[in-house]
Antibody, heavy 119, light 110 residues
Framework: EVQLVESGGGLVEPGGSLRLSCAAS????????MNWVRQAPGKGLKWVSS????????YYADSVKGRFTISRDNAKNSLFLQMNNLRAEDTAVYYC????????????WGPGTLVTVSS | QSVLTQPPSVSATPGQKVTISCSGS????????VSWYQQLPGTAPKLLIY???KRPSGIPGRFSGSKSGTSATLGITGLQTGDEADYYC???????????FGGGTKLTVL
């Protein structure tokens, strides 16, 4: 069974940093592209970033470009999102999802981790 | 404001059919696949339709997807109260090199 579990969320002040992790199991992690999607409280889903299986291609939403960095460790079946210079508008539940970004089909999702940016 | 446009809400009664539209452009829906997601309150999204009209295993045949030009449609037949959820369309945008989510449509089953 495919399992994705995010961790690392919490309360951080504006301008601060946070690193999210996503632990994957139940599939060959190194064979799949991975993604981060977020959802602000009471709002819709927004794509954040994607990374191909070998990390050769990386994509970011304009709203996070230059502040967030996606990475992965295939040996540890883990996906990461380093978030710097956080803003109030980054407050959201962050989901990791397995799937091909160019097809938009994210077949598996984690339960999400909440990031709150507030002073 | 989303580049993929969905109606904010739709409603229908149990047993009826409902459709949810998703309008885009040639750089996204017109030349890339569309997926649809269901998000029940307080839960992670679930893939309902991928590659325009394919259903993952476990998704009932009551859910269907179609596409014409730069618009896509999700259809749900035999509505159940358990179908009350938010529904999102998704497509890759070749010009932006970005994944686009529609604004979401809240389905109410009266």
């Amino acid at each position: 069974e495919v399992q994705l579990v995010e961790s690392g969320g919490g309360l951080v002040e504006p301008g601060g940093s946070l690193r999210l992790s996503c632990a994957a199991s139940g599939f060959t992690f190194s064979s799949y592209p991975m993604n981060w999607v977020r959802q602000a409280p009471g709002k819709g889903l927004k794509w954040v970033s994607s990374i191909t299986s070998s990390s050769s291609l990386i994509y970011y939403a304009d709203s996070v470009k230059g502040r967030f960095t996606i990475s992965r460790d295939n040996a540890k079946n883990s996906l990461f999102l380093q978030m710097n210079n956080l803003r109030a508008e980054d407050t959201a539940v962050y989901y990791c999802a397995r799937g091909i970004p160019a097809a938009g089909d994210f077949h598996s999702w984690g339960p999400g981790t909440l990031v709150t940016v507030s002073s | 404001q989303s580049v993929l446009t969905q109606p904010p809400s739709v409603s229908a009664t149990p047993g009826q059919k409902v459709t949810i539209s998703c309008s885009g452009s040639s750089s996204n829906i017109g030349n890339n696949f569309v997926s649809w997601y269901q998000q029940l309150p307080g839960t992670a999204p679930k893939l309902l339709i991928y590659d325009d009209n394919k259903r993952p295993s476990g998704i009932p045949g009551r859910f269907s997807g179609s596409k014409s030009g730069t618009s896509a449609t999700l259809g749900i037949t035999g509505l159940q109260t358990g179908d009350e959820a938010d529904y999102y369309c998704v497509s890759w945008d070749s010009s932006l090199s970005a994944v686009l989510f529609g604004g979401g449509t809240k389905l109410t089953v009266l």
